[in-house]
């Protein structure tokens, strides 16, 4: 892979961190942190995210 495609990719994935988070700022103020975090009529929080981690996502903070 050459540099400029790596760079591209790092700076890419920089961009998108950056919008995740000042969604989830944006979600927190209008929210609170203590928002449950569910798939509408279940009980089931982010599975993608447990399946991943380990973590229990039910919050929009820990």
Not at 47 to 62: C, D, H, N, Q, R
């Amino acid at each position: 892979m050459s540099k400029i495609i790596a760079t591209s990719a790092i700076k890419g994935a920089y961009k998108i961190i950056e919008k995740a988070e000042n969604i989830l700022k944006d979600c927190i103020k209008e929210h609170g942190p203590d928002q449950r975090i569910e798939f509408p009529n279940t009980g089931y929080y982010l599975p993608i995210i447990y399946s991943m981690t380990g973590i229990a996502v039910e919050k929009l903070l820990f």
